[in-house]
Every structure is written in C-alpha cells, then in structure tokens.
C-alpha cells in the first residue's frame, strides 16, 4: 500500500502539470490602466497602452506629451527618454519645413493668382529658387526637415510599443497567448488594452498618405530632371501647365489629393503642436468616446469646426492660382514641350 506522503506527492505533481496546460499562465496578470497624473484632465485619462501614435505624424502630428506622465510609455521622471527627444524632433522639424512651404506657396500659386499668368510668374519662381534650391539651403530647409520628421514619426510608434512590451511582459508566453486570443476575436473589441502597438490617428495616416504624394511630387519635379537632363533649370509652373494637358486625369488626381491631405495634415498637425485642436479619441478609432457634458462637447465641436475651417481655408490658397490658373495654361510648343514629353515618358505616361 501507498504511504500518506506519497499519495500527497502523486497529487501535488498531478496539479502543477495541469496548471501548466492553460491557455494563459497563472503566474501573467492582465495589463491593468495605471494610475493617469491627477494633475491630467479626465477627458486626458487613458490606458497606457492607448498611448497614441497620432500624437505622431510622419507627418507634423505628434500631440503635447506631459513630462514624466505616465500616458507617454517611455519617458522618466525628468522627461528625457527617448519619446522626448523624438518628439521635440519631429516637432521643430515641422517647423524648419514651414519655412519652404511658405515660399513654395507664393510661388506656385499666390503669385500666379495675381498675375493671372504663368509666363509672368516664372520670374518669381526663379529668384524664389536662389533661396531654397542652392546646395546648402534645399538639404536645410527640405531634405534633412523632411526626413527628419518622418524618421522620428516612425521611430516613435517602433519606440511606444517596445516600451509597451517592456511594460507589460508583451514577450512572455502568457502574454503571446492572450494577444493571440484577442487578435482571433475573443474580446478584440472590449479589451484593446491587449495591443503593443500604439493606434493610428487621422494626423497619422494623413502623414503617411502625405509622405507618399510629396515623394511621387518631388520625383517628377526634382528627380527626374536631374537624372535625364543633369538639372532642373527648365523646369518651371510651365511644366506642371504641360502635364495637366497631356495627362490631364493623373495631374488632377496627384495635384488634388497633394493639395487635400498634406492641407488637413499640416493644419491639424499645426493645431495639435499649438494646443488647439480638439481631442479626436473615439473619432477616428483612436480610442474608446469620452463621455463629457453638454457644454464641453459643443466646446469641442467648435474647436473641431475651426480646425477643418482653417484646412478649408489653406486648401482653397494653394488651389486659387495652382489649379486655376497654372493647371489651365495649356501645353508647351517647340522643344520646350518636346523635352516635357520625354520627361513624361520616362515614367511611362
């Protein structure tokens, strides 16, 4: 017969094996919200693990994080993680940008608005280009802005949601198994707290959609005249006159799609940068609807309504002499038009 201590030992082996064959181990613990800064507003509170990324653009997007709160996965106490560093970066990058986007504006489509002709605005065109296309101000005030906010865009999500693994054990067994289990529909909808990655916010995608048309704008501009003809110095408002009458459907597809995002997106980035656009946690799927009063909704729509105004409104500048009068001008005669054409060409259209 079996001693009292053995049965105790045969059952006591029988249940550690049994434990070991659950779909989520007894020793994780579900992530639970941590406590937000009481300083934080309450329409501010949310998950860590919410922690947004359209506060992030690739595009000027990244929202206001508060030093050493706990929404911003990452950051000390002192403020000075790598979210930090990566933020203010694309933020004054942003801003290096603006500068060439002014000039870039008159010249496109301010100054032919006036002159109503793009013969008489290349002039300007080409004094504006002695400012920001010589080798020393086109890498400072474009290519180095540019990739440095859209590098740090992307290496604030990779870096927000390495911080969100490190957090919350996103690398153990258990917790491999419960993202599993959500990902295949099991409570996916009620328990988002369960993803790594930070969501997507409307800046967001906008940034990179925006990303993606002002590459294709820059390799039809810039790029390929450089490669076929050694410069760009024929290349002129004349030139995007011609493309919108040989190819009139892409033209007006690239133009107005460049016009429309990179509008709401460098307007709402703006906004977001200087405090005043409205939360949009529940909008755009950022996040779960906060429920606020009466007054303190009205107040947001508001806000809401003047942020879109203000994107309606920048649009509607680059769209006055760009697309009315420079689109309109019709195509160039001789071997000006003939070397537009090979340039066409070369990108099969």
């Not at 800064?37 to 501010?44: A, K, L, N, V, W």
């Not at 707290?193 to 906008?206: K, N």
């Amino acid at each position: 017969m079996e001693s009292d201590s053995d049965v105790e030992s045969r059952r006591t082996r029988r249940e550690r094996r049994d434990s070991t064959l659950t779909a989520i181990s007894l020793l994780q613990l579900d992530p639970a919200p941590m406590d937000s800064d009481p300083d934080t507003p309450t329409e501010e509170k949310q998950n860590p693990m919410q922690a947004s990324a359209a506060d992030v653009t690739a595009e000027g997007g990244a929202g206001s994080v508060k030093t050493g709160s706990t929404t911003a996965p990452g950051l000390s106490g002192s403020g000075r993680g790598a979210i930090y560093y990566l933020t203010r970066m694309q933020k004054y990058s942003s801003y290096a940008v603006s500068v060439f986007t002014t000039m870039h504006l008159a010249n496109v489509s301010l100054i032919p608005a006036v002159t109503r002709s793009v013969a008489g605005s290349e002039t300007y065109l080409l004094m504006a280009r002695e400012l920001y296309q010589t080798t020393i101000t086109e890498p400072l005030l474009v290519g180095l802005p540019v990739l440095a906010h859209v590098g740090s865009g992307i290496a604030l999500r990779l870096v927000r949601r390495s911080e969100n693994i490190r957090r919350y054990g996103g690398s153990t067994p258990g917790m491999y198994a419960l993202m599993r289990s959500r990902a295949d529909g099991a409570g996916a909808s009620s328990r988002p707290s369960a993803q790594p990655w930070p969501p997507l916010s409307w800046i967001s995608w906008s940034g990179y959609l925006y990303t993606a048309l002002w590459g294709a704008h820059v390799l039809m501009n810039r790029a390929l005249p450089l490669a076929v003809e050694g410069d760009s110095s024929n290349i002129g408002l004349a030139y995007v006159s011609h493309g919108f009458a040989r190819h009139p459907a892409v033209a007006a597809l690239a133009y107005r799609g460049l016009i429309g995002v990179g509008c709401g997106h460098m307007v709402w980035g703006l906004a977001k940068w200087l405090g005043l656009a409205p939360s949009t946690k529940g909008w755009w799927g950022g996040g779960e609807a906060v429920a606020v009063d009466g007054k303190a909704r009205r107040h947001r729509r508001r806000r809401w309504l003047g942020v879109q105004a203000a994107v309606v409104a920048a649009a509607a500048l680059w769209a006055v002499g760009g697309l009315g009068v420079v689109a309109r001008a019709g195509a160039s005669d001789g071997w000006v038009g003939k070397l537009y054409d090979d340039l066409y060409a070369r990108v099969r259209l």
